[in-house]
Each structure stands twice: as structure tokens, then as C-alpha cells.
């Protein structure tokens, strides 16, 4: 049952990666929903600087999603936060909403295609209603291959 030990929320085993980790050449038949990270680092819409700043100490992190409910509320990188910002302050005020997206059925050979033309490292993919979130094209540090984790 989910929330049980050894059960992720969502039904998988806890501790399992269920990130697709493979190179671009690996994924070349595959489409969005198969590689992009399912669970990257997110808080809530309400979430503060600090909650942001807590979440961002592991340095192979890059950015933050917010999320209302379900929806996509927002995207913090870690450079859009200045250091002097008190903790409290809402992380939204960071959060840049209109960022490009991707569907979970689009090919990767064509997503990546305008990541590399974008110069993109880091992509948002939203369902088919343009609203909800349902994971992040995450490239590593060479940009050949997809974050694991």
C-alpha cells in the first residue's frame, strides 16, 4: 500500500530510480514521458527563500519547482535568488512562470533538438492540459546525457 515502508506515494519502491539515466543516443526512439525526472526537487506555491535555499544546499541542483497542487506554479534557479533576501520572503517572487514546455508524448530527438537550439539544460514538461506537472528533461553536466538519481 502506498505511504507504507518501503513504498514510495506513488506505489513504487522506495529507494528504486525510476529516472531514465541513458544517453541521447539511448533514447533516440523514445519520447518525453520515458526519460524526464517524474519527482524532481519541488515545494509548494507558499514555500519561502529559505525553504528554497534548505532545498538547493545539495550543489547538483540547479533549480527548484514550485507547485500548486498539482499545477505548475513555477521554476526558482539557483542564481535568481539574491543573497541578501531574508528567508521569509516568498520564493515565488523568484519563480519565473513562463518558461518553455514540453508534453510527455512529444519524441525526444525533437525536444532536444530545441533544448540544444534554446541552450537548455533543464526542460518543464506539463500534461496534455497545459497545466498540470508532470516532470522535468533534466541533461547532465556534458549535456549528453539525462540526470539520473
Do not use: W, Y
Request: a negative charge.
Amino acid at each position: 500500500m502506498a505511504g507504507d515502508a518501503g513504498t514510495a506515494t506513488d506505489g513504487t519502491p522506495a529507494g528504486r530510480c525510476v529516472n531514465f539515466s541513458g544517453t541521447r543516443e539511448q533514447a533516440a526512439g523514445k519520447r518525453i514521458g520515458d526519460v524526464m525526472r517524474r519527482r524532481p526537487k519541488s515545494l509548494p506555491e507558499d514555500a519561502t527563500v529559505g525553504d528554497v535555499r534548505r532545498t538547493l544546499e545539495n550543489p547538483s541542483l540547479r533549480n527548484v519547482v514550485l507547485l500548486d497542487g498539482t499545477a505548475f506554479a513555477g521554476l526558482v534557479d539557483r542564481g535568481n535568488v539574491p543573497a541578501d533576501v531574508p528567508d521569509s520572503v516568498p520564493a515565488r517572487e523568484f519563480a519565473v512562470s513562463d518558461v518553455p514546455t514540453t508534453t510527455p508524448d512529444v519524441p525526444v530527438p525533437d525536444v532536444l533538438a530545441a533544448m540544444d537550439a534554446a541552450q537548455l539544460s533543464r526542460l518543464v514538461v506539463l500534461d496534455a492540459d497545459g497545466r498540470t506537472f508532470a516532470g522535468l528533461v533534466c541533461l547532465d553536466h556534458t549535456g549528453e546525457g539525462f540526470c539520473g538519481g
